[in-house]
């Protein structure tokens, strides 16, 4: 059953927001993380043991998200998937003890598995029906929840309020618009004989292809979780900035990074996924290449934001190419490449510090851009191909 440029338009904004919903609960979390903290009395090491779980409840989320997403397909999962991880954001902000808020953050993170893949998955459905990418726009989506739920969080910080207030009053109203904007996403089913070949072939395999694009997205995200936890402690402690500067290395590299994601659509189509990755792999690694070797303030700001630039790109090119590379299988190829990616955002920081333990910060960031030219030099593989039986992926993704 074909798809009417309406339904595609109104799916669109559907999954544009579910996108929002993800961003908007882990910012919110995300700004509640120093009052849980304080709240509970925890030493840095205790609650790093509950953040882990929240990687923990992925990576084990992953492993049944894609299936469940193939079998009922994304429309069935998505809200479902919505309105859980808007709910089980609540809990940990009145966690009581230690080992519950390890218990409620690891269920968050199971839960948030499904509607990670689902939306994506949905989203390569609804960029195949319109013919061209929109992936990147989807994750500039993301980011623009993540500042809106960074904000509600600041807000309920300022008037004294606490986590679990904070939590509650972002998730219900988002856990209550979901029930709306899911009558708005593509019917389930419109692809039943690729479920039909799906079930009947087993669950998918672990391919060359697919441990490539995960890697890819590995490098790629261990940039972000790296931006996260260190561009602002490079600015304060290396290169001695304020610690009003050494803010905006950070800012910087998030509003690039927006502005780059809702970019990306445009250049894709004009480009072609390989292209553009390879191009955004040069700018990342040059980047912060700049802002490492140069060691002045204003550059590494500047670093900073190209870095984010050129990495926004990178992971919705790749999410779309899995999805697109056997349709039949979109839910678990995406899991898939998603559970080794997303391996990068949780140890990326790690890593970072691990290294500059042993030498120094600016050498443990070279890390990241080390990455960015593997992803560039990688970049090849996500040219597309035609898929049998999947319609016709090279409109898509045109690789001029």
């Known amino acids: 059953m074909s798809t009417t440029p309406r339904q595609a338009a109104n799916a669109r904004r559907a ?41 923990v409840g992925l990576v084990v989320g992953m492993r049944f998200a894609g299936r469940l997403t193939d079998h009922f397909g994304s429309a069935r999962v998505i809200v479902p998937a919505a309105i859980g991880t808007a709910l089980t954001i609540i809990p940990p902000g009145y966690a009581p003890t230690l080992p519950a808020l390890i218990a409620s953050l690891f269920l968050y993170g199971l839960v948030n598995a499904s509607l990670d893949v689902s939306m994506n998955a949905h989203g390569v459905e609804v960029e195949r029906a319109y013919g061209r ?28 309020l606490g986590a679990g207030t904070t939590l509650a009053a972002t998730g219900i109203p988002l ?6 904007a899911g009558r708005h996403l593509l019917p389930a089913g419109r692809h039943p004989s690729a479920r039909q070949k799906q079930e009947s072939a087993g669950p998918a395999r672990w391919t060359g292809w697919i441990v490539l694009m995960g ?31 050494a803010a905006l290395g950070f800012a910087v590299f998030s509003v690039a990074m927006t502005v780059g994601r809702f970019a990306g659509d445009h250049l894709a189509l004009k480009h072609g996924p390989a292209r553009l990755v390879r191009i955004s792999g040069v700018i990342a690694a040059l980047g912060l290449g700049a802002a490492l070797l140069i060691g002045s303030v204003p550059v590494a700001i500047v670093g900073f934001a190209l870095f984010g630039l050129g990495l926004a790109t990178i992971v919705p090119q790749v999410f779309s190419a899995a999805g697109n590379h056997d349709p039949a299988r979109a839910g678990q190829a995406i ?58 992926t090279a409109a898509v993704h045109p690789e001029p």
Request: no cysteine; hydrophobic share 55%.
């Open 15 to 55: 999954v544009s927001y579910f996108f929002i919903v993800l961003g908007t609960v882990s910012g919110a979390w995300a700004a509640r993380i120093p009052a849980v903290k304080t709240d509970l009395g925890l030493s840095d090491g205790q609650l790093s043991y509950g953040l882990l779980a929240i990687a």
């Open 175 to 180: 856990a209550l618009v979901s029930l709306y």
């Open 133 to 160: 990418p929109i992936m990147s726009s989807f994750h500039g989506m993301f980011s623009i929840g993540g500042l809106l739920g960074a904000g509600i969080g600041g807000l309920f910080a300022l008037l004294g």
């Open 335 to 392: 899991a898939q490449v998603a559970t080794v990616g997303y391996t990068g955002l949780v140890a990326g920081p790690a890593i970072i510090g691990g290294v500059s333990e042993l030498t120094d910060l600016p050498t443990a960031l070279a890390i990241p851009a080390v990455l960015a030219a593997f992803m560039a030099a990688s970049a090849g593989a996500l040219r597309p191909r035609v898929p049998r039986d999947a319609g016709d």
């Open 215 to 245: 890697v890819v997205a590995f490098a790629g995200l261990v940039g972000e979780g790296a931006a996260v936890d260190w561009t602002s402690v490079y600015l304060f402690e290396d290169l001695h900035a304020s610690e009003t500067v």
